[in-house]
C-alpha cells in the first residue's frame, strides 16, 4: 500500500460517479488494509452529502438564472433528482436507504443527497438514511469483491 494509492482510494469515494462503489475494489486491488479502507471509504462517501442536500436548491437557482449550458445542466439534475424521488417519494426515509444501499449505477449518496434536497428532507433525518445506505452499500460491495477474488483464486 501506497500514500497515493490510499489518497485516490479516498478521492474515488467522495467523487459522485464512483463513490465507494468503484473505490473498494481499486483499494482490494492494491492491498490496502481492510481495517482502515471501509470506515475511510464511507466517510470519505458521505463527506459531500451534507452539502449538496444544503447548497443543491441555491446552485440550481444560480445556475437556471445564468443561462446556456449551465441552465440546461440544472435542468437535468433537476429531471433525473424528480424521476429517481417518485418512487422514493412513497416510502420516504427507507426508500431514500434502499436506494442509495443497493449498488447500482445511478444509485448512491450523490444521488440520493440530489434527491432528498429535492424533496426537501431535513439534513438529520437524510444522513440517517443516506448513511445506513452508504454502510449497506460498503458491506454489499466487499462481499462481492472478496468472493470474486475468492472464486478467481487471486
Known sequence: MTLHDYLFTLLL???PVS????A?????AHDIPQALLYPSCILANLLPVPFVIVF????????????????????WLERRGRAKSARIKRSELLGLYLFVAIPLPGTGAWTGALVA???????????????AGVVTACCIVALLCKGIIHIAGL
Open 13 to 15: 469515494s467522495m467523487a
Open 19 to 22: 463513490e465507494l462503489r468503484g
Open 24 to 28: 473498494i475494489p481499486f483499494a482490494l
Open 56 to 75: 443543491l436548491r441555491r446552485i440550481l437557482a444560480w445556475m437556471q438564472r445564468r443561462g446556456g449550458r449551465l441552465a440546461s445542466a440544472a435542468c
Open 117 to 131: 434536497a429535492l424533496l426537501g428532507r431535513r439534513l438529520s433525518h437524510a444522513m440517517l438514511s443516506i448513511g
